[in-house]
């Protein structure tokens, strides 16, 4: 399975070292890719491969054992997370959602990765996921 995830905008570097964290444990379970871009006129250039997913506060919430059962039929996603605008319009497959609140995109950014790393876990009846 191949994970890409596409960002509008740099974390800052708090930020930077937790989403490390999760980033370096990912190619145990998959390829994993993550891109910054500047912004959405950038965004809006890049080549979206597999299932495209963005994060959206109107998209489809999931349990963590949701979104592992899910990603467990998928082959390539590319999760997408907007700057402090939101995104633009692009294609999407499917637009999930933390919670109907607003969150920071380096937060988002933050949690999205820990959450696929969490579902393989789940996936892989590991004892991360209590």
Partial sequence: MRIYLIAVGKPTQEYSALIREYEQR????CTFEAREVKDDKELLKVNMKGTVVALDRNGKQ???????EWMSKQQDVTFVIGGPEGLPSIRT????????LTFPHQLARLMITEQIYRA???LKKEKYHK
Avoid: N, V
Wanted: net charge neutral.
């Fill in 62 to 68: 999931m349990t963590s054992e949701g979104l592992a």
């Fill in 120 to 122: 393989f876990t789940i």
């Fill in 93 to 100: 497959d499917l637009k999930i959602s933390f919670s109907p």
């Fill in 26 to 29: 990912l190619p145990k379970y």
